[in-house]
């Protein structure tokens, strides 16, 4: 093992002394799925193509796809480093501390971590404010459920996942009174059958409405199959399922800022920051609400869109309690991000436990 | 929790969908392992038949003729690993995995183009009079016509090993392959021919994850059946009926946490979600526990005439 990784490390160098002619900056992103899975991944590999677009020749972009998480990703990450790459990108929660392990190793190498909440003076961490479109959503949802019951496929218990079934439970229930949510938990981002099965069982149960948070097409294939089951494409348009099941989706736009961290990298600007965008800068997309929706529920549903975007309405405004029944937030308060990033409660009304 | 919400009719007919791709691909990986081979490629040959079945079965319309192209293709991907491990008698466990690999990776290039498009599916077929049996004709009798046939195939497979000549010469080719060459029989055609029938399979298996279960072609879609398939020929002591039993409990418990879970059931998640793995390792241990499972004798070994 110790001999495959010096010659490893031998033949990176060798490649980072003969390609250093070729680009001034490479840059690296960590996948954990597919590039051809029609979500999550496929969003932010578009990021990266955008990124070889824009500055053509002077960047050159290395990536490594369904990389599992946990000490893989750090064997992968070191890989990237050795072969010279100046800035990573590892684009999913699970990468969070091995990201922080391998960037103390490479204090030069920049890397950017998508989801989490650890930094440090290499490391800096963005994310999208995915919860201000499953408001719209949670709205769409309330208004077209027949059954009042809604299915949500959750992948892990972590808090971006949390605040995204409290945001759409909320805006639901103030669409919809009688609304329930019946959550099940994956324990996978990926996996096509299993998050198929997990519809059809939604479905079997009466749910008329699928949210998902796993990054498949698969959903989508169950809801269509069934017939009168409305779907949201997730980190993807999805579009090939519209104009039903698929009525609207939440659009990760990462683009921008791969260009812009990796224009910091060239121009020598760099530093560690927290991002955290929503639909008003554009980091989120609110895919077309597509003619299968009412058209005044559509109005309703864009007029929360932009009330969002502007920043004059928050998608966690008071009076909002939690679970047991405790105040969160007071009459017209607003949720400070500190608690939205580790938000690890359901709100009242939920029903079930959120797995420890 | 409102377990009243599980309707148990559903919850039947879907577990026998889920379980009819893994166990495809186990009775095939059966025949093999009778024969004395060791393919751990199924996972790979799986996932071939997955995406030759989808693109054959986009171009054409045809469903039924995807799932034969999708068994042609696996079994010719299985000759590859026949070649290497009968002729050039490499090792079947390193091959097994390489064909994996080489599985995962041809299949995602192949697919490419196919990413987000969408199949006909197969219709089922209600069995006249059967499937107007209440209850028991919707949960049994109101499947796609690969359901039923998966289940013939294990019917025919018992009946071949248990019956036939040809299943017992396979049967002596798997135990010792040595006596069998002795007495005259061609140890690595049957062999090769063992080996291209689990293509086969696991290229059905695959292919209705990709045309029925799912329906669409996504990346890495199998997801690591073939992998619980191997467990499951294991855990069936190789026998053909066990085999049917073993994906179905697989099967069943994998949709039936799906819905505990929607029904809120209130079992932590964690356990809900381990259980298929679990109650599959729990009953292999018990299996191994009663002694001789009837692994074949030659399981694994390569064999040379010379020797």
Same mark, same amino acid.
């Given at each position: 093992?110790?001999?495959?990784?010096?010659?490893?490390?031998?033949?990176?160098?060798?490649?980072?002394?003969?390609?250093?002619?070729?680009?001034?900056?490479?840059?690296?992103?960590?996948?954990?799925?597919?590039?051809?899975?029609?979500?999550?991944?496929?969003?932010?590999?578009?990021?990266?193509?955008?990124? !070889?677009?824009?500055?053509?020749?002077?960047?050159?972009?290395?990536?490594?796809?369904?990389?599992?998480?946990? *000490?893989?990703?750090?064997?992968?990450?070191?890989?990237?480093?050795?072969?010279?790459?100046?800035?990573?990108?590892?684009?999913?929660?699970?990468?969070?501390?091995?990201?922080?392990?391998?960037?103390?190793?490479?204090?030069?190498? +920049?890397?950017?971590?998508?989801?989490?909440?650890?930094?440090?003076?290499?490391?800096?961490?963005?994310?999208?404010?995915?919860?201000?479109?499953?408001?719209?959503?949670?709205?769409?949802?309330?208004?077209?459920?027949?059954?009042?019951?809604?299915?949500?496929?959750?992948?892990?218990?972590?808090?971006?996942?949390?605040?995204? =079934?409290?945001?759409?439970?909320?805006?639901?229930?103030?669409?919809?009174?009688?609304?329930?949510?019946?959550?099940?938990? *994956?324990?996978?981002?990926?996996?096509?059958?299993?998050?198929?099965?997990?519809?059809?069982?939604?479905? !079997?149960?009466?749910?008329?409405?699928?949210?998902?948070?796993?990054?498949?097409?698969?959903?989508?294939?169950?809801?269509?199959?069934?017939?009168?089951?409305?779907?949201?494409?997730?980190?993807?348009?999805? *579009? !090939?399922?519209?104009?039903?099941?698929?009525?609207?989706?939440? =659009?990760?736009?990462?683009?921008?800022?791969?260009?812009?961290?990796? @224009?910091?990298?060239?121009?020598?600007?760099?530093?560690?920051?927290?991002?955290?965008?929503?639909?008003?800068?554009?980091?989120?997309?609110?895919?077309?609400?597509?003619?299968?929706?009412?058209?005044?529920?559509?109005?309703?549903?864009?007029?929360?869109?932009?009330?969002?975007?502007?920043?004059?309405?928050?998608?966690?405004?008071?009076?909002?309690? +939690?679970?047991?029944?405790?105040?969160?937030?007071?009459?017209?308060?607003?949720?400070?991000?500190?608690?939205?990033?580790?938000?690890?409660?359901?709100? !009242?009304?939920?029903?079930?436990?959120?797995? @420890? | 929790?409102?377990?009243?919400?599980?309707? &148990?009719?559903?919850?039947?007919?879907?577990?026998?969908?889920?379980?009819?791709?893994?166990?495809?691909?186990?009775?095939?990986?059966?025949?093999?392992?009778?024969?004395?081979?060791?393919?751990?490629?199924?996972?790979?040959?799986?996932?071939?038949?997955?995406?030759?079945?989808?693109?054959?079965?986009?171009?054409?319309?045809?469903?039924?003729?995807?799932?034969?192209?999708?068994?042609?293709?696996?079994?010719?991907?299985?000759?590859?690993?026949?070649?290497?491990?009968?002729?050039?008698? #490499?090792?079947?466990?390193?091959?097994?995995?390489?064909?994996?690999?080489?599985?995962?990776?041809?299949?995602?290039?192949?697919?490419?183009?196919?990413?987000?498009?969408?199949?006909?599916?197969?219709? &089922?077929?209600?069995?006249?009079?059967?499937?107007?049996?209440?209850?028991?004709?919707?949960?049994?009798?109101?499947?796609?016509?690969?359901?039923?046939?998966? /289940?013939?195939?294990?019917?025919?497979?018992?009946?071949?090993?248990?019956?036939?000549?040809?299943?017992?010469?396979?049967?002596?080719?798997?135990?010792?392959?040595?006596?069998?060459?002795?007495?005259?029989?061609?140890?690595?055609?049957?062999?090769?021919?063992?080996?291209?029938?689990?293509?086969?399979?696991?290229?059905?298996?695959?292919?209705?994850?990709?045309?029925?279960?799912?329906?669409?072609?996504?990346?890495?879609?199998?997801?690591?059946?073939?992998?619980?398939?191997?467990?499951?020929?294991?855990?069936?002591?190789?026998?053909?009926?066990?085999?049917?039993?073993?994906?179905?409990?697989?099967?069943?418990?994998?949709?039936?946490?799906?819905?505990?879970?929607?029904?809120?059931?209130?079992?932590?998640?964690?356990?809900?979600?381990?259980?298929?793995?679990? /109650?599959? /390792?729990?009953?292999?241990?018990?299996?191994?526990?009663?002694?001789?499972?009837?692994?074949?004798? #030659?399981?694994?070994?390569?064999?040379?005439?010379?020797?």
């Amino acid at each position: 093992m110790s001999l495959k990784s010096i010659l490893t490390g031998a033949v990176a160098a060798l490649g980072l002394t003969t390609g250093a002619y070729a680009a001034d900056v490479k840059v690296g992103f960590v996948y954990v799925g597919p590039v051809g899975d029609g979500g999550w991944t496929y969003e932010h590999n578009k990021g990266r193509l955008a990124v !070889e677009e824009h500055f053509g020749d002077k960047v050159e972009t290395i990536f490594q796809e369904s990389v599992p998480e946990g *000490a893989d990703s750090e064997r992968v990450m070191t890989q990237m480093a050795l072969q010279g790459a100046d800035l990573i990108f590892t684009t999913s929660f699970g990468y969070m501390d091995p990201t922080i392990n391998v960037a103390a190793k490479f204090p030069n190498v +920049k890397f950017e971590h998508a989801t989490g909440y650890k930094r440090s003076d290499n490391v800096s961490t963005y994310s999208a404010r995915f919860y201000e479109g499953r408001a719209i959503q949670g709205h769409i949802a309330g208004k077209m459920t027949k059954t009042n019951k809604i299915g949500y496929i959750g992948s892990f218990p972590i808090p971006e996942v949390i605040r995204g =079934i409290n945001s759409a439970y909320i805006h639901a229930k103030k669409a919809n009174p009688n609304v329930e949510f019946s959550i099940i938990w *994956a324990y996978t981002w990926f996996d096509p059958a299993k998050e198929a099965d997990a519809a059809k069982a939604l479905i !079997e149960q009466g749910a008329d409405v699928i949210l998902q948070h796993t990054d498949s097409t698969a959903p989508q294939a169950a809801a269509e199959k069934a017939g009168n089951v409305v779907t949201f494409g997730q980190a993807s348009d999805m *579009a !090939e399922y519209g104009p039903f099941p698929r009525v609207s989706s939440i =659009i990760d736009n990462w683009a921008p800022y791969y260009i812009a961290r990796t @224009q910091a990298v060239l121009d020598g600007t760099w530093t560690s920051i927290d991002t955290w965008d929503g639909i008003g800068a554009g980091m989120v997309g609110i895919g077309e609400i597509s003619s299968a929706v009412p058209a005044d529920v559509k109005a309703e549903a864009e007029a929360l869109r932009d009330a969002l975007a502007s920043g004059e309405y928050h998608a966690f405004t008071g009076p909002i309690n +939690k679970q047991d029944g405790s105040v969160w937030l007071a009459e017209g308060e607003t949720a400070d991000d500190g608690t939205l990033a580790g938000m690890n409660f359901y709100v !009242e009304g939920l029903t079930g436990d959120i797995p @420890q | 929790m409102d377990l009243s919400s599980i309707n &148990p009719v559903l919850l039947i007919a879907s577990l026998m969908v889920s379980a009819t791709p893994i166990m495809l691909a186990a009775i095939g990986e059966t025949i093999v392992e009778k024969a004395g081979v060791l393919n751990l490629g199924v996972e790979g040959m799986m996932i071939t038949g997955a995406v030759v079945g989808f693109v054959v079965g986009i171009n054409t319309g045809s469903p039924m003729l995807g799932f034969l192209a999708a068994a042609v293709a696996s079994a010719i991907l299985s000759i590859s690993f026949g070649f290497l491990t009968l002729y050039l008698l #490499s090792n079947q466990v390193a091959t097994g995995l390489g064909l994996t690999l080489v599985g995962l990776g041809l299949s995602a290039l192949i697919g490419k183009p196919y990413e987000g498009m969408k199949s006909t599916t197969l219709d &089922p077929i209600e069995i006249p009079i059967l499937s107007d049996i209440p209850i028991v004709g919707k949960m049994l009798f109101a499947h796609d016509p690969m359901v039923y046939f998966s /289940i013939i195939l294990v019917g025919a497979v018992w009946a071949f090993l248990k019956y036939s000549r040809a299943g017992l010469v396979l049967r002596a080719v798997g135990e010792n392959h040595n006596a069998a060459h002795a007495l005259g029989y061609k140890v690595v055609r049957i062999r090769m021919l063992a080996i291209m029938f689990g293509g086969a399979c696991s290229g059905l298996g695959g292919a209705y994850i990709s045309l029925v279960r799912v329906p669409q072609w996504t990346e890495g879609m199998t997801a690591g059946a073939g992998w619980i398939a191997l467990a499951i020929v294991v855990f069936a002591s190789w026998k053909p009926w066990r085999i049917l039993l073993g994906a179905y409990l697989f099967g069943g418990v994998t949709v039936l946490q799906l819905n505990l879970q929607a029904a809120g059931v209130a079992i932590p998640v964690e356990y809900l979600s381990m259980s298929p793995y679990l /109650i599959t /390792i729990i009953v292999l241990v018990f299996i191994s526990a009663l002694g001789n499972q009837g692994a074949p004798a #030659s399981l694994g070994r390569s064999f040379h005439a010379s020797t």
